[in-house]
């Protein structure tokens, strides 16, 4: 028998603005409309033609397919401000009962590697979003971009939470196959779903390629991909983005008939199902352990940090925005708070990126700017700013501390 779990991030940062010295001083650092936009035409052409799909095919096969998705807290927020109807029909999969939500960062951040204090923060607020939004608590773990370790693991196993999701990178597995459960290097109980990066990307990155040699990708060719896996493998966990489906991969190239004929295909071989992760913890046993010393993603050729941390510009703009993290606490202000957070998402560090060649392309393309240098840029001349207020935040602070000593 094979497995098949589905699991699609959805995530939309709080893009900044193009920011300049010229522009210090003024308390607007995100580009709203711009926002508005992304959100208005990815829903448009992923989100509710992608949900409806999946509705779809949830009640065809009467509870035979069951797909799982973590969702920012940060898109959450968009989808209530701009497009509700999107999250309308988020909470109608949720109801089937054949969806799963993960847990994550709220602000889709790297806050683990920066501050565990911040990290557990982030985490509660999201686990508290998602039950305000769905009635459901998240069981299961997928940190920002599948960033995983050992010591990551253990830690989210301290924390009560059954398994996480982990890229499959070839140097951690080695001779071992993705598809079946682990343990990480410390872990006793919880479960990693490694991704089949392979397959995944089949979907996500190469559909539409037709210099690819198995283009055209259709629903027979790629089960039969799956199908493979009987006798070698007890899941095949398919991790991708879900703007994949009509965003990234577009509408007019199949990617919606492929996606509306899969699970069919997939489910005509009596050996295979569709299951969530918490399903597939339940389901399979451990099948030895995985040593993941060093940190694990699942971005660019290298599986690693570096689309975040590569270069100094991320290192320094990334380094001094958490450094005031204990100051912006101290201001107990909301607001300021807030937009601190929103500084952290992880995307704001990706579009500084300088790598070149397959991975400069994707780069390029998620990125507002035109160069990694205007990014780091326009980031470094908010952060400016933001520490202006913050000082005279600390000022206030100071000056009714006195005020009250001296009452």
Request: charged residues 30%.
């Amino acid at each position: 028998m094979v497995s098949v779990c589905f699991y699609f991030q959805v995530h939309q940062p709080y893009r900044i603005r193009k920011y300049s010295v010229f522009d210090i001083g003024k308390d607007d650092y995100f580009d709203n409309r711009k926002n508005k936009d992304i959100m208005e035409k990815v829903a448009r052409k992923c989100y509710l033609p992608a949900n409806k799909v999946m509705l779809d095919l949830i009640k065809e096969h009467k509870g035979r397919f069951n797909i799982s998705y973590s969702i920012s807290g940060t898109a959450l927020e968009q989808f209530e401000e701009y497009c509700p109807e999107v999250l309308d029909s988020f909470k109608k999969l949720v109801k089937t009962g054949s969806v799963e939500i993960l847990g994550e960062t709220y602000y889709h951040s790297l806050s683990y590697l920066y501050s565990k204090k911040e990290f557990d923060e982030q985490v509660r607020m999201h686990s508290d979003k998602v039950k305000k939004i769905f009635g459901v608590a998240p069981k299961v773990f997928r940190n920002t971009e599948l960033i995983c370790s050992n010591e990551m693991a253990k830690y989210m196993e301290n924390k009560g939470y059954l398994g996480m999701l982990a890229e499959g990178a070839d140097y951690i597995m080695g001779w071992k196959s993705p598809n079946f459960l682990y343990r990480s290097v410390g872990s006793k109980k919880l479960k990693l779903l490694l991704k089949n990066y392979r397959l995944s990307d089949d979907i996500a990155f190469r559909f539409s390629n037709k210099e690819w040699t198995g283009y055209p990708l259709t629903a027979d060719k790629f089960s039969g991909w799956v199908d493979a896996a009987n006798g070698n493998g007890e899941i095949v966990n398919l991790f991708m983005d879900y703007e994949t489906f009509g965003e990234h991969q577009w509408e007019d190239k199949g990617i919606f008939d492929f996606l509306r004929h899969l699970p069919e295909k997939i489910l005509k071989n009596k050996d295979n199902n569709f299951i969530t992760p918490s399903e597939a913890i339940e389901k399979y046993p451990s099948r030895g352990e995985i040593d993941m010393h060093n940190i694990v993603s699942w971005a660019d050729i290298e599986r690693d940090l570096s689309a975040w941390l590569g270069n100094k510009m991320q290192q320094s703009a990334i380094s001094e925005a958490y450094m005031l993290g204990p100051r912006v606490k101290k201001t107990r202000d909301a607001n300021l708070i807030e937009r601190w957070r929103k500084l952290l998402t992880s995307d704001h560090f990706y579009y500084m990126c300088t790598k070149w060649f397959s991975d400069g392309d994707v780069h390029k393309y998620f990125s507002p700017y035109e160069s990694p240098y205007d990014a780091y840029i326009s980031y470094m001349n908010i952060l400016n700013d933001f520490i202006i207020r913050l000082n005279e935040k600390d000022k206030e602070y100071k000056k009714n501390r006195i005020g009250n000593i001296i009452s």
